[in-house]
């Protein structure tokens, strides 16, 4: 699986960015979708996910309420949309997916193994 992240920026505090990432090479619908992100410095951390069960969608509560993850299965793209950023969003945010039909947990590392590139925000204060 090929992922490609893009979307990122800077932006003020208060704004709004979306990522997108598009994948090829596997089916979104039977997988977990995962975006992360990783601050200078910090341990890469999870940010929000879209589970191939019933395509509930879970977040971090440091984003839950600013952020909303959603993606196209048709375009094989995984969308985050960003909004009400703060200077402590910056990082580079990376997309990634399970294998399939996974039972595991959704919000860690080793869930996921196949990851995008990675794409930087910054939010400036």
């Known amino acids: 699986v090929q992922l490609q992240a893009s979307g990122g920026g800077l932006v003020q505090a208060g704004g709004s960015l979306r990522l997108s990432c598009r994948a090829s090479g596997r089916t979104f619908s039977s997988v977990h979708l995962g975006w992360f992100r990783q601050a200078p410095g910090k341990e890469r951390e999870f940010v929000a996910a879209?589970?191939?069960?019933?395509?509930?969608?879970v977040y971090a509560d440091s984003v839950k309420g600013r952020f909303t993850i959603s993606r196209d299965n048709a375009k094989n793209t995984v969308y985050l949309q960003m909004n009400s950023l703060k200077p402590e969003d910056t990082g580079v945010y990376y997309c990634?997916?399970?294998?399939?039909?996974?039972?595991?947990?959704?919000?860690?590392?080793?869930?996921?193994?196949?990851w995008g590139q990675g794409t930087q925000v910054t939010v400036s204060s």
């Open positions: 879209i589970l191939w069960i019933g395509g509930t969608t």
């Open positions: 990634a997916t399970s294998l399939p039909y996974y039972r595991g947990n959704y919000y860690g590392l080793e869930t996921y193994n196949d």
